[in-house]
């Protein structure tokens, strides 16, 4: 099976302007994100998908590999199909570019989700770990994932779910981490998709797959990764990567 690797790396965001320049130990996230998943060793290629002239420059100038997207997009995942729809590859890793301590076995197990799929059923996979802290739970920055009971995703979402009312059973909490696992054609069809009220109302890509009937297998962890969504997050980073 050939497996590639796309970092799609978009320069604005809103929590945290140009975050993905920003310093981290020396390297700027982008390329300790580039990093990470290069010496996994478990893909055929390592990309990252950039409209960013400054983000191409500081790959490249750590020997990394850029597709300059020619299009505007409006999610992670259209973008990274622009970058594959040439390049023979049988199953696509997406990891997103604010998520420089990915770890290895995550990936790993990740891949042999496709790997293990002779029948090739699985359009889509994810990775979700368990929240418990309440402040965690209740935060919107951390999406929140249901699953049924084959772990394919039921719905995403930035608040609390499911609702716990007065009186109702304990349940268990689910984070989504933004890494996606995609066969080629489910991603390319993906790109010919519109994008529809649930996706528009919670600003959440993986929607889009849903709301049109694809299902997403989700794979638990419980390696926890450092996404860099805010001035707080990068802190974080920054601890960690001194800590370790």
């Given at each position: 099976m ?7 790396a ?53 020997g ?57 059923t ?11 802290e ?8 951390h ?29 268990t ?13 489910a ?36 390696q926890q ?20």
């Amino acid at each position: 099976m050939k497996c590639i690797a796309v970092i799609p790396a978009r320069l604005e965001s809103t929590r945290l302007p140009r975050k993905l320049l920003q310093d981290l130990g020396g390297e700027a996230v982008i390329v300790r994100t580039y990093r990470a998943v290069k010496a996994t060793g478990l893909f055929d290629r390592v990309l990252v998908a950039t409209d960013s002239e400054e983000i191409a420059d500081v790959i490249k100038a750590a020997g990394g590999t850029v597709f300059m997207s020619l299009k505007a997009h409006e999610s992670g995942s259209d973008r990274i199909a622009e970058a594959v729809q040439n390049l023979d590859s049988d199953a696509v890793i997406n990891i997103q570019g604010d998520e420089p301590f990915v770890d290895a076995t995550l990936l790993k197990q990740l891949v042999s989700v496709f790997e293990n799929d002779a029948d090739k059923t699985v359009d889509v996979a994810s990775v979700m770990t368990r929240l418990t802290e309440q402040s965690a739970i209740e935060n919107p920055n951390h999406v929140k994932v249901v699953v049924d009971s084959k772990q394919h995703a039921l719905y995403f979402s930035r608040l609390p779910i499911p609702y716990l009312r007065e009186g109702g059973e304990k349940t268990t909490y689910f984070k989504h981490i933004g890494v996606y696992g995609f066969r080629k054609n489910a991603l390319l069809s993906f790109a010919t998709l519109p994008a529809g009220i649930l996706e528009n109302s919670e600003k959440l890509e993986q929607l889009r797959y849903l709301e049109n009937g694809f299902r997403i297998k989700m794979v638990e962890t419980e390696q926890q990764s450092i996404g860099i969504d805010t001035a707080a997050d990068l802190e974080l980073a920054r601890t960690y990567l001194k800590n370790h």
